[in-house]
């Protein structure tokens, strides 16, 4: 079965960078869209960036900030946040899904916390 376990959270300052860690298992990457989602306290799960085979998206609001990427030989991907604001304080979670089923699998996410 899958599993999806994300890590790096923590406090950081206005401008600081995190990069966030989501180690998987049950999934094989070339078959999947691998995804970063996040929520705030009172807002509607939002996606953040995708990647798979032909390449990245990221949201307007992330965009040349934040980078996602994908390790397969350690069935890791990642999420490099950078200039980070108080905006994208929230739960951060690794999502993936299957290129043919559709199904999708979540990790129990990663809270990051952007404040002075």
């Known amino acids: 079965q899958v599993r999806l376990v994300e890590s790096g959270g923590g406090l950081v300052q206005p401008g600081g960078s995190l990069r966030l860690s989501c180690l998987a298992s049950g999934i094989t990457f070339s078959l999947s869209t691998l995804s970063w989602y996040r929520q705030a306290p009172g807002r509607e799960r939002e996606l953040v960036a995708t990647?798979?085979?032909?390449?990245?998206n990221y949201a307007d609001s992330v965009r040349g900030r934040f980078t996602v990427s994908r390790d397969s030989a350690k069935n890791t991907v990642y999420l490099q946040m950078n200039s980070l604001k108080p905006e994208d304080t929230a739960v951060y979670y690794c999502n993936a899904r299957n290129l043919l089923s559709q199904a999708n699998a979540w990790g129990p996410g990663t809270q990051v916390t952007v404040s002075s």
């Open positions: 990647i798979r085979n032909s390449g990245t």
